[in-house]
């Protein structure tokens, strides 16, 4: 099979979205004529003009909300957040509207729309270029939340989101673009809410999504050369949450670690903790253990990046605490 | 060569600042390429004279905050290179402690309210530093920076009004270097004459050429006068370029040779030095002694930052919360 970027396969997902639905539209900063800041779009504003492909000032919370009111009269935008921490400008449109839109207008309203943009960290980038929101999108009901970890995931989440009839927040990550992976020639689409067992195992579960699933691979590397086995559960979707995949893997494995690049309180390891217990408890060999960032802002300097993060080290520490070894 | 008001030393002093601004991020410029500085690094390498303008305009009480293009908006306040160069090293000494990076350059000692990435983000906490200032019954000025791609956020229409409608004491100064990015002025907006935002809100304002440090200064001169006597806010757009792309990333693509060497061509050090030499003010000689001085400060403040520490991992949970015992997850 090709390989191909994870950002030419958000491209090509794009592409052929627009291709095929002419209400589907990209709007953003810097994505016609710079291609990009990330170059997700190169090439784009060449094939659908300025019509579809549209630059807008640094003016986060207008187009949001133009964004969501195109929505509502027929049109499946896709809005670009250059990273999710200039989302926060915008959110008010995204909560207040795009998630609340349906509900309150008693099903007349749907929005058919995505927010999409990198998401968390990507090195040495300060307090306000560092952070994760996944868990607050998906504390939000009417929205669904995709963070995909590879360039396959990565294109079929794409179209079901643009085709999807919902608003859908896709979050992708700086450290993951230049990423390569196997993408068929072919078109398919991927379902939301689904996760993935990307490595099977038998004495632990490691459950993750997004780039720092890198650090979990890594690990489970280091880890079968000392004979533990870790099968990974890549959630993919964290609204709604594929529970049922995760605990199936617990119950076989009877350990779970889970790994989020996010700060520990209310997280998405909070939730997945609270509903396996709930449904597995019986099968737990171990209390369920998580790696999440530590507590605090991310500062600037290299030595506090390092303390901050989830990486393959710490995971190796805590799997072998839940192993006992 | 038309008759001046600025004396012989004002001349010096802004040569001085300037080419110790220019030589200082091209420094950072390189040491980017060398890895020593990361994450965002964005110069302000042509802008100059905004800065050096604005230093002998203020006093010492008065407050600056800006966004991230911050590497030299401290120095106007008095903050030695060095500290700066340290916090772009990620050092322990360095302005920030190696917390905030180059977007994030705090000095409260010398009433520098920091480097905001957040575009715009900045708008609405100048005019909040300048009510405290009005609250508090002093005669301050906040000098609140911003670029023109930040002036379509709507934070600052939001700003402005309650600044005009409560007559807060802050110049609000747009760096117009023409691009966001990649994106030209012209691209963003039909109103591309800045400094007429401000009219909606009744805001006095004007437009400044600032590749000339004397007209940054007259304008500057006006509108802290207008803020201190307590009659409100002032817009001032200055009118400048930025030489490099927008970030060390950027290839700036997005614009023309000429249209950099046109601005090159107005370059407002060589138009103080132009100055100093044909008034006689300095000869050959003084100049020289100046550009060994300011280059020797730009080592030093690298020999200052290398041989500085990064903070130690223990510093992680320190400077979160005013509260010294924060119980923090910790696992
Ligand atoms: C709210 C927000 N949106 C987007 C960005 C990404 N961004 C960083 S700088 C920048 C361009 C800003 O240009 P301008 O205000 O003209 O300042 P300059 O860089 O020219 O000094 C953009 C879009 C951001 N930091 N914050
Ligand atoms: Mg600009």
Redesign the interface.
Known sequence: MRTIQFREALREALSEEMRRDPNVFLMG??VA??NG?YKVSHGMLDEFGDKRVI?T???E??FAGIGVGAAMNGLRPVIEFMTF??S??AIDQVINSAAKMLSMSGGQYKIPMVFRGPTASA???????SQAFENWYANTPGLKVIVPSNPYDAKGLLKAAIRDDDPVIFMESEQMYGDKGEVPDGEYLLPIGVADVKRKGTHVTIVSFGKIMKACFAAADELAKEGIEAEIVDLRTVRPIDYATVIESVKKTNRLVVVEEAW??ASISTEITYMVQKNAFDYLDAPI????T????L??????V???MPNAAKIIKVVKEVMYK | MAKTKFSKETYLMWYEQMLLMRKFEERAGQLYIQQKI???CHLYIGQEAIAAGAMSTIKADDNIITAYRDHVHPFIKGVEPKYVMA?LY???TGV?K???????MFSQPHRVFGG?????GQIPLGAGIAFAEKYKGTNNVTLCYMGD??V????LHEAFNMAMLWKLPVVFIIENNNY????SVE???NVVELYTLGESYDMPAAPVDAMSVEAVHDAMEIAVAHCRDGKGPYLLEMKTYRYRGHSMSDPAK?RTKEEVEEYKSQDPIQRVLTTLLEKKYATEAQIETINDKVNLIVDESVTFSEESP????S???KD?YAQEDYP????
């Open positions: 900063e810097e004529e710079y800041a630059d000032p640094i003016a919370l207008g921490n200039f926060l400008v090195g040495q980038l300060g307090a306000q270029h520990p309180l253990r998580r790696i999440t530590a507590d605090v802002p500062a600037y300097a290299p030595t506090l390092e303390e901050f | 990361r994450g965002f916090e990620g050092k322990f920030s190696g917390k905030g990076g180059s977007m994030h905001h990435g957040i575009v715009g791609g930040a379509r956020q709507g934070a966001a990015m990649g994106t691209r963003t907006s997005y990064f903070p130690d991992a510093e992680l949970y979160v923090f997850i910790r696992e």
